[in-house]
């Protein structure tokens, strides 16, 4: 159901396996038929893991017997007696303007060498910062994604949901460069070996960019470009909705997590733009 219903990922199917197969062995084997009881014990038993941990396996647990319900299964949800830890979603990390441009200057130096590993850096640089592309869509893009004069893609993304996401002038051209180094049996824009390019390695590669513009290497990931696309377009005045649909948000809420980034754009929006703000400050 997941899979063909609801469209999740291929990690998140491996998490709610491995969840599942956790919360089963812990309850000997009786994970369809456990009772509340069982499962208020599981939760104890989980006293001293991560608050995080705990809300995923909680989730996992629920929906699963949310769909043992729905499909008449059984015919009560004992997942109520489940622990449902409160979170406190933190704050990303986030680079500056200044920090983004001296990685583009670094990366952007090599790339005019001619050296294709060099424009397939700054490729995937250019569409990670000016896109806002998750990891996982990036490296997974198809060969003919990025087309001459079409400044946008068209993404699957979260949920199999697709989403329009654009693309700068600046991101065609880089493509356009690295694109002639990829062979034309490739089905993968960012092609390894008899696939694309894997997420640790996209992660490496972008801790090396960082590094070599003198950004610490625990504050840069492919994720930090995307939170660095969101806050960055915000300060500009991007509207938070428009932004929910760049990043392909299903929530709002999680979009308004950059609001408390860039508290002080908007304090400063309030005190100029507000009928009753003081002019003469």
């Not at 199917?13 to 062995?25: C, F, G, S, V």
């Not at 008449?72 to 406190?88: H, Y």
């Amino acid at each position: 159901m997941l899979s063909a219903e609801a469209g999740v990922s291929p990690n998140t199917l491996a998490a709610y396996r491995n969840d599942l197969a956790k919360a089963r062995e812990a309850l000997h084997g009786n994970l369809s038929g456990a009772k509340r009881e069982a499962l208020a014990r599981l939760g104890a038993q989980w006293a001293d893991l991560a608050a995080s941990t705990v809300a995923r396996r909680s989730s996992a647990l629920r929906r699963f017997y949310g769909f043992l319900v729905d499909d008449g299964i059984r015919q009560d949800d004992p997942s109520s007696a489940l622990p449902q830890p409160k979170l406190q979603r933190p704050l990303p990390k986030v680079l500056s303007v200044a920090e983004v441009e001296a990685m583009f200057e670094g990366v952007s130096a090599r790339a005019a060498s001619g050296e294709a590993l060099a424009q397939r850096n700054l490729a995937l640089l250019e569409l990670l910062y000016g896109s806002g592309l998750r990891a996982s869509e990036v490296i997974s893009l198809p060969r003919g994604a990025v087309r001459d004069g079409q400044p946008f893609l068209i993404l699957r993304g979260k949920g199999a949901k697709e989403r329009l996401v654009p693309v700068s002038g600046r991101a065609e051209a880089a493509v356009r460069e690295w694109i002639a180094n990829v062979p034309k049996a490739s089905l993968w824009l960012f092609p390894s070996g008899k696939t694309h390019l894997s997420r640790m390695r996209l992660y490496q590669l972008v801790r090396a960019m960082a590094a070599d513009a003198g950004i610490a290497r625990d504050r840069i990931s492919p994720h930090v470009l995307r939170h660095a696309f969101a806050t960055h377009l915000l300060s500009g005045g991007a509207d938070l909705r428009v932004l929910q649909s760049l990043l392909g948000h299903a929530d709002i809420a999680t979009t308004q997590i950059y609001t408390h980034v860039d508290a002080a754009r908007l304090v400063q929006l309030v005190n100029e733009r507000h009928p009753l703000a003081d002019r003469s400050r």
